[in-house]
């Protein structure tokens, strides 16, 4: 039961960040169309949007939309995307001393040696552990992936079926990679699997056996 609880209690926060993704894409949406209705006044300096009120404007909806994908994939790159671009409109926008500016471009410069070197693909996955008993079907439908399964398929009979399938050990640490997610025996017990892991990808890489 605790299993299915904090199953779901992911899920549903993926479901409340996709609904605030799409207001905040609504705004944006809204914002653009005023300011390319506003197009017009630019060659009136003194009216809005000038060209400095259109420069902010635009970097301020480009994070926006940075936001968004943060918020829908939660990946590595999603955020070092809205924190180079906040940085940058820090730099170009606001106009501030050399002393900030050259600040923020040691900052952007820390951001790239952090994403070279330091980014591992391990942020950009989502593990959840089950019982080997929990039912595929119930699976499936808390996390939004599709395990194959037979009707009243618990998690142990798919790992077993594709072990023998793939002529793979039945061990802790086997690991089974399928469409859209990763299948790996976590926990054994007197010769019987307890606990499984299914690992989602949430970049656009595929998920490979580790």
């Known amino acids: 039961m605790k299993d ?8 549903l926060t993926a479901v409340l960040e996709f609904v605030i993704a799409m207001i905040l894409a609504v705004g944006i949406i809204l914002l653009s169309i005023r300011l390319i209705a506003s197009m017009v006044n630019i060659p009136d300096l003194e009216t809005w949007p000038n060209y400095d009120d259109l420069l902010e404007t635009c970097f301020n909806l480009i994070i926006g939309v940075e936001l968004i994908r943060m918020m829908y994939y939660h990946t590595s790159n999603t955020v070092f995307e809205v924190l180079l671009f906040a940085i940058a409109r820090q730099i170009i926008v606001d ?3 050399t002393w900030t500016s050259l600040i923020g471009v040691c900052t952007i410069a820390v951001l790239f040696a952090t994403r070279k070197f330091l980014f591992c693909e391990f942020g950009d996955k989502d593990e959840t552990v089950f019982r080997a008993g929990m039912k595929v079907k119930a699976a499936n439908r808390l996390l939004g992936v599709n395990i194959p399964h037979q009707e009243g398929d618990t998690l142990l009979d798919t790992l077993e079926r594709e072990c023998n399938r793939r002529e793979l050990p039945i061990a802790v640490g086997t690991s089974i990679d399928l469409d859209d997610c990763q299948m790996r025996i976590l926990r054994a017990g007197n010769g019987k699997v307890t606990r499984v892991e299914i690992i989602r990808s ?4 595929d998920v490979h056996s580790s």
């Open 4 to 11: 299915v609880i904090a199953a779901f209690l992911k899920r």
């Open 202 to 205: 949430l970049s656009s890489q």
């Open 95 to 97: 106009h501030t001393s």
